[in-house]
């Protein structure tokens, strides 16, 4: 039989010591989806089915390439977080760090594939 205590039971599961940390880049990078979200829809779908010229045309201007760039870095930063808090929960073992790995891996090359595009259309 085994007798176990409650903090024995409970070793192993406690706290991070990150969770506030994450609660709050949560919060802003929400906060900051919420304009944009929509903006992003906005200007994306306005260049979908556009001719070359007229996409470089548009993403010529200053504070639509910001907005897109922008949008992109923060939408991807919020997916990651998520998937690796995903990831933590699930996920256990060198099966779990190769995916968070993989995880920033992407979110990373996928934000500097996003910006150097942009970067290229917009110049």
Do not use: Q
């Amino acid at each position: 039989m085994r007798y176990l205590t409650d903090r024995k039971r409970a070793e192993g599961f406690g706290s991070s010591r990150g969770g506030t940390d994450h609660h709050w880049r949560m919060i802003v990078s929400s906060i900051l989806l919420v304009p944009l979200i929509p903006l992003f829809i906005f200007l994306a779908g306005s260049l979908i089915g556009g001719s070359y010229e007229s996409v470089a045309e548009c993403l010529s201007s200053p504070l639509a390439a910001i907005a897109l760039g922008l949008s992109l870095t923060v939408i991807i930063l919020h997916l990651m977080e998520e998937a690796n808090e995903a990831i933590e929960d699930y996920v256990h073992g060198t099966a779990g760090k190769l995916s968070l790995i993989a995880v920033k891996a992407i979110s990373y090359t996928l934000i500097v594939a996003g910006l150097f595009a942009l970067a290229k259309l917009a110049l």
